[in-house]
Protein backbone atom coordinates (compact mmCIF):
# COMPACT_ATOMS: atom_id res chain seq x y z
CA UNK A 1 0.00 0.00 0.00
CA UNK A 2 1.05 3.39 -0.67
CA UNK A 3 0.79 6.56 -2.04
CA UNK A 4 0.43 6.48 -6.01
CA UNK A 5 1.41 9.18 -8.98
CA UNK A 6 -1.45 11.47 -9.95
CA UNK A 7 -2.34 11.60 -13.26
CA UNK A 8 -2.23 15.90 -14.82
CA UNK A 9 -3.76 17.12 -17.63
CA UNK A 10 -3.22 16.28 -20.66
CA UNK A 11 -3.52 12.67 -19.60
CA UNK A 12 -6.76 11.16 -21.65
CA UNK A 13 -7.77 8.67 -18.50
CA UNK A 14 -8.78 11.75 -16.60
CA UNK A 15 -11.87 11.82 -19.83
CA UNK A 16 -12.69 8.19 -19.05
CA UNK A 17 -16.15 7.28 -17.31
CA UNK A 18 -15.63 5.28 -14.27
CA UNK A 19 -17.20 1.86 -13.36
CA UNK A 20 -19.90 1.51 -10.36
CA UNK A 21 -18.21 -0.68 -7.61
CA UNK A 22 -20.44 -3.73 -7.20
CA UNK A 23 -18.93 -4.79 -4.14
CA UNK A 24 -16.60 -3.37 -0.83
CA UNK A 25 -14.18 -6.07 -1.14
CA UNK A 26 -10.50 -6.35 -0.21
CA UNK A 27 -9.65 -4.86 -3.24
CA UNK A 28 -11.64 -1.57 -3.17
CA UNK A 29 -10.71 -1.13 0.97
CA UNK A 30 -6.84 -1.37 -0.43
CA UNK A 31 -7.39 0.94 -2.98
CA UNK A 32 -9.15 3.70 -0.35
CA UNK A 33 -6.12 3.51 2.04
CA UNK A 34 -3.74 4.39 -1.06
CA UNK A 35 -6.43 7.03 -2.15
CA UNK A 36 -5.99 8.57 1.53
CA UNK A 37 -2.35 8.18 1.52
CA UNK A 38 -2.22 9.98 -2.08
CA UNK A 39 -4.54 12.51 -1.17
CA UNK A 40 -3.08 13.36 2.45
CA UNK A 41 0.26 13.84 0.83
CA UNK A 42 -0.55 15.73 -2.06
CA UNK A 43 -2.16 17.92 -0.01
CA UNK A 44 -5.84 17.41 -1.54
CA UNK A 45 -9.00 17.62 0.22
CA UNK A 46 -10.80 15.26 -2.08
CA UNK A 47 -9.45 12.54 -4.92
CA UNK A 48 -11.08 10.21 -7.41
CA UNK A 49 -9.76 6.77 -8.05
CA UNK A 50 -9.26 7.87 -12.02
CA UNK A 51 -6.60 10.78 -10.70
CA UNK A 52 -4.64 7.73 -9.78
CA UNK A 53 -5.51 5.55 -12.89
CA UNK A 54 -8.46 3.68 -11.25
CA UNK A 55 -11.93 4.23 -13.01
CA UNK A 56 -13.90 2.82 -10.38
CA UNK A 57 -16.76 5.33 -8.66
CA UNK A 58 -14.68 5.64 -5.84
CA UNK A 59 -14.13 9.09 -3.75
CA UNK A 60 -12.04 10.08 -0.91
CA UNK A 61 -12.69 13.25 0.91
CA UNK A 62 -11.31 15.52 4.05
CA UNK A 63 -12.75 19.07 4.28
CA UNK A 64 -11.72 19.07 7.86
CA UNK A 65 -9.99 22.77 9.02
CA UNK A 66 -6.16 22.24 9.46
CA UNK A 67 -6.17 23.00 13.46
CA UNK A 68 -9.00 20.01 13.33
CA UNK A 69 -8.68 16.26 13.93
CA UNK A 70 -8.76 14.48 10.48
CA UNK A 71 -12.01 13.53 8.86
CA UNK A 72 -11.74 11.09 6.24
CA UNK A 73 -14.70 10.19 4.61
CA UNK A 74 -15.64 7.56 2.03
CA UNK A 75 -18.12 7.77 -1.22
CA UNK A 76 -18.70 5.01 -3.33
CA UNK A 77 -20.84 5.04 -6.47
CA UNK A 78 -21.98 8.49 -5.29
CA UNK A 79 -25.41 9.87 -7.08
CA UNK A 80 -26.75 13.32 -6.41
CA UNK A 81 -30.26 13.40 -6.08
CA UNK A 82 -31.28 16.52 -5.43
CA UNK A 83 -29.53 19.79 -5.67
CA UNK A 84 -30.58 23.56 -4.87
CA UNK A 85 -31.63 25.97 -7.16
CA UNK A 86 -29.74 28.38 -5.24
CA UNK A 87 -25.53 28.78 -6.59
CA UNK A 88 -22.38 29.13 -5.02
CA UNK A 89 -19.20 30.33 -6.48
CA UNK A 90 -16.36 29.04 -5.10
CA UNK A 91 -12.37 28.94 -6.31
CA UNK A 92 -11.46 25.53 -7.14
CA UNK A 93 -8.09 23.58 -8.08
CA UNK A 94 -7.26 20.17 -9.06
CA UNK A 95 -4.60 17.52 -8.60
CA UNK A 96 -4.70 16.71 -11.94
CA UNK A 97 -4.42 20.68 -12.91
CA UNK A 98 -1.47 21.64 -10.62
CA UNK A 99 -1.20 25.62 -9.55
CA UNK A 100 -4.63 26.15 -11.56
CA UNK A 101 -7.25 28.31 -9.59
CA UNK A 102 -10.63 29.45 -11.18
CA UNK A 103 -14.07 30.60 -9.34
CA UNK A 104 -16.43 28.03 -10.67
CA UNK A 105 -20.48 28.35 -10.06
CA UNK A 106 -21.84 24.97 -8.83
CA UNK A 107 -25.38 24.32 -6.72
CA UNK A 108 -24.83 25.84 -2.86
CA UNK A 109 -26.27 22.80 -1.88
CA UNK A 110 -26.53 18.83 -2.61
CA UNK A 111 -28.41 15.51 -1.36
CA UNK A 112 -25.57 12.66 -2.61
CA UNK A 113 -26.69 8.63 -2.08
CA UNK A 114 -23.25 6.32 -1.65
CA UNK A 115 -21.82 3.37 -0.05
CA UNK A 116 -19.63 4.09 3.07
CA UNK A 117 -16.48 1.94 3.24
CA UNK A 118 -18.39 -1.01 4.83
CA UNK A 119 -21.15 -1.19 2.13
CA UNK A 120 -23.27 0.72 3.72
CA UNK A 121 -26.18 2.40 1.65
CA UNK A 122 -26.41 6.36 2.90
CA UNK A 123 -27.37 9.71 1.78
CA UNK A 124 -25.92 12.94 3.47
CA UNK A 125 -27.09 16.61 2.48
CA UNK A 126 -23.91 18.78 2.22
CA UNK A 127 -23.20 22.49 2.01
CA UNK A 128 -20.46 24.86 1.39
CA UNK A 129 -17.20 23.22 1.00
CA UNK A 130 -18.79 20.09 1.16
CA UNK A 131 -21.19 20.29 -1.16
CA UNK A 132 -18.22 21.78 -3.75
CA UNK A 133 -16.02 18.76 -3.14
CA UNK A 134 -18.43 16.19 -3.72
CA UNK A 135 -19.74 17.89 -7.12
CA UNK A 136 -15.67 18.28 -8.21
CA UNK A 137 -15.27 14.54 -7.46
CA UNK A 138 -18.49 12.99 -8.95
CA UNK A 139 -17.65 15.27 -12.21
CA UNK A 140 -14.06 12.86 -12.26
CA UNK A 141 -15.83 9.47 -12.03
CA UNK A 142 -17.68 11.30 -15.25
CA UNK A 143 -14.72 12.37 -17.17
CA UNK A 144 -15.13 15.85 -16.46
CA UNK A 145 -12.95 18.31 -14.61
CA UNK A 146 -13.51 21.91 -13.23
CA UNK A 147 -12.15 23.05 -16.20
CA UNK A 148 -15.00 21.71 -18.16
CA UNK A 149 -17.36 24.55 -15.85
CA UNK A 150 -15.21 27.88 -17.26
CA UNK A 151 -15.79 29.71 -20.75
CA UNK A 152 -14.17 27.63 -23.69
CA UNK A 153 -11.20 30.75 -23.61
CA UNK A 154 -10.52 29.86 -20.29
CA UNK A 155 -10.53 26.08 -20.73
CA UNK A 156 -8.86 26.19 -24.01
CA UNK A 157 -5.98 28.38 -22.32
CA UNK A 158 -5.56 26.15 -19.67
CA UNK A 159 -5.52 23.43 -21.56
CA UNK A 160 -2.79 24.73 -24.04
CA UNK A 161 -0.67 25.70 -21.06
CA UNK A 162 -0.72 21.84 -20.17
CA UNK A 163 -0.31 20.30 -23.35
CA UNK A 164 2.70 22.48 -23.90
CA UNK A 165 4.06 21.48 -20.80
CA UNK A 166 3.98 17.81 -21.22
CA UNK A 167 5.70 18.48 -24.75
CA UNK A 168 8.57 20.28 -23.09
CA UNK A 169 9.00 17.23 -20.84
CA UNK A 170 8.97 15.14 -23.74
CA UNK A 171 11.24 16.74 -25.61
CA UNK A 172 13.99 16.68 -22.54
O1 LIG B 1 -7.64 19.67 -3.08
C1 LIG B 1 -8.59 20.10 -3.75
N1 LIG B 1 -9.13 21.30 -3.43
C2 LIG B 1 -10.33 21.77 -3.96
C3 LIG B 1 -10.64 23.11 -3.76
C4 LIG B 1 -11.83 23.62 -4.25
C5 LIG B 1 -12.70 22.81 -4.94
C6 LIG B 1 -12.39 21.48 -5.16
C7 LIG B 1 -11.21 20.95 -4.67
S1 LIG B 1 -10.85 19.27 -4.92
C8 LIG B 1 -9.09 19.33 -4.91
C9 LIG B 1 -8.51 17.92 -4.99
C10 LIG B 1 -8.90 17.28 -6.29
O2 LIG B 1 -8.41 17.55 -7.36
N2 LIG B 1 -9.89 16.40 -6.25
O3 LIG B 1 -10.33 15.83 -7.38
NI1 LIG C 1 -9.92 17.26 -8.97
Known amino acids: MAKRPILVLPEPLLRKVSEPVTRVDAQVRALLVDMFETMYEAPGIGLAAIQIGVPQRVVTIDVARKDDPPAPQVFINPEIVWASDELSVYEEGCLSIPDYYEAVERPSRVRVRYMDGGGRE???????????????????????????????????????????????????
Request: glycine content about 4%; some cysteine.
Open 122 to 172: LEVEADGLLATCLQHEIDHLDGKLFIDHLSRLKRERAIKKFSKAAKRENAE
